[in-house]
């Protein structure tokens, strides 16, 4: 072979690796489409699905392959299992999704050992995104929702009573609520951790009703279990005792309302994503998916996690050419933004890989027939991690 032949051919052999690099990126989705609140996993992948359908063209002929995976509800071995499956034995470029914190803080090693990016779509306890520098989050922490929630309520009442599910996103919400509510010159009554899985409902409401606080504040995984929350409030007559319901955007989450009933009916929550938001770009998100799976259907703000992380992982893809190398796509995770999110601008904190979004006062009201969380007023904008913020201060 002369000189000339052998370097076409190697040219031609690196043009070829260069080329299927190029064409599929593989993502390892891995959600909960079973146990605890295994609707929820169904949200996750549609929104990525509806994202990848509306971009498939811009993405210069590259393809997105989702290896999709249960990890069936809060299941850290599970998830950690799975991960290592896809990471191993499938090769996937990225890992993405999560419903669950002890999930996604199982899969932490396994990102940073193998170098793989995981955009958490909605996982979300403050401390997940230290544990591995290759994690970036495009869902929301607890503490963005809670801190002023508490912030909001301390101007309005005097007392408080917390009651969370026991694990990592309960107990930031907790935290952070009590912080700003005391901060604000109120005072809590009362702090009560209950377990994840089929707690006792009435008992625990019946302590809060004897306790009397002007409100209770309640963070609890959303999905079913929302919907068990407002139900034992309505039965064991807290309303009526004169107790107002208030918490992060979880315990009314849209998906649920139809179930909850009457009950809903002027819950007070901060959140950043509301189904019932008008700015146009989420009457355009409501109305696609809508178009895409039933005009019964609404997404949630499982869905805008993931509807979000789709986008960041699509513009990824764009900037690196189908080429994904882990260390240059964190590179461009931190500095990307989206000014048109479905839940109004979003941006990625470079320095924590966390979102930065703002955060809507939101009252339940009857909308057309239909229950709908209605914002009233935006009570946080471009709102860092608080907890990330006040441990820098420390
Ligand atoms: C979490 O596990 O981080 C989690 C689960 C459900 C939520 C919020 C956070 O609604």
């Keep these: 072979m002369n000189m000339f032949r052998l370097a076409a051919s190697a040219a031609l052999a690196l043009a070829a690796t260069a080329v299927s690099a190029q064409q599929t990126v ?44 249960d990890d069936t509800g809060p299941n850290p071995d599970k998830a950690r299992q799975l991960a290592q499956e896809l990471v191993v034995r499938d090769k996937v470029n990225l890992l993405a999704g999560v419903i669950f914190t002890p999930n996604a803080m199982a899969m932490a090693p ?64 907790e935290e952070g609520f009590s912080k700003a509510f005391e901060e604000g010159g109120g005072k809590m009554l009362g702090k009560v951790r209950v377990p994840l899985q089929n707690p006792d409902w ?6 809060v009703k004897d306790a009397k ?40 989450t849209d998906e649920e309302l139809p179930n909850m009933g009457d009950v809903a009916l002027g819950v007070l929550t901060v959140h950043h994503y509301s189904a019932g938001a008008t700015r146009p770009q989420n009457k355009a998100f409501v109305a696609a998916w809508k178009k895409e799976y039933g005009q019964n259907e609404t997404p949630n703000f499982v869905a805008v996690g993931a509807y979000d992380g789709a986008a960041i992982i699509v513009d ?34 470079p320095e924590t890989r966390d979102i ?6 939101r009252e339940v009201k009857r909308v057309g027939g239909q229950l709908a969380n209605v914002e009233l007023e935006t009570v946080a904008t471009a709102l860092k991690d608080p907890w990330k913020e006040f441990q820098k201060k420390k």
């Design 110 to 173: 396994i990102a940073t050992e193998a170098k793989v990016p995981f955009v958490i779509m909605n996982a979300g306890t403050a401390v997940i995104t230290t544990r591995s520098p290759y994690m970036v989050r495009t869902s929301f922490t607890l503490w963005q929702s809670s801190y002023p929630l508490g912030q909001w309520a301390s101007k309005k009442y005097k007392t408080a009573y917390s009651l969370v599910s026991d694990f990592g996103p309960g107990h930031d919400s």
């Design 26 to 69: 593989k993502i390892g989705f891995i959600t909960s489409y079973s146990g605890l609140n295994g609707n929820l996993g169904p949200y996750m992948e549609r929104a990525v699905r509806l994202y990848l359908k509306q971009h498939e063209k811009d993405l210069g002929g590259v393809k997105v392959e989702l290896l999709t995976r």
């Design 202 to 207: 009435a008992a625990y409401m019946q302590r």
């Design 356 to 361: 930065v979004q703002n955060e809507y006062l």
């Design 316 to 349: 990824a893809i764009k900037a690196l050419k189908g080429n994904m190398d882990p260390d240059k796509t964190m590179e461009f995770f931190k500095t990307w933004k989206n000014p048109n999110s479905p839940r109004g601008p979003i941006s990625i904190d």
């Design 213 to 252: 606080p002007d409100v209770l504040m309640v963070f609890i995984p959303a999905g079913k279990t929302a919907t068990a929350v407002m139900k034992n409030f309505s039965d064991l007559g807290l309303g009526q005792a004169g107790i107002k319901l208030i918490g992060p955007g979880d315990v009314t």
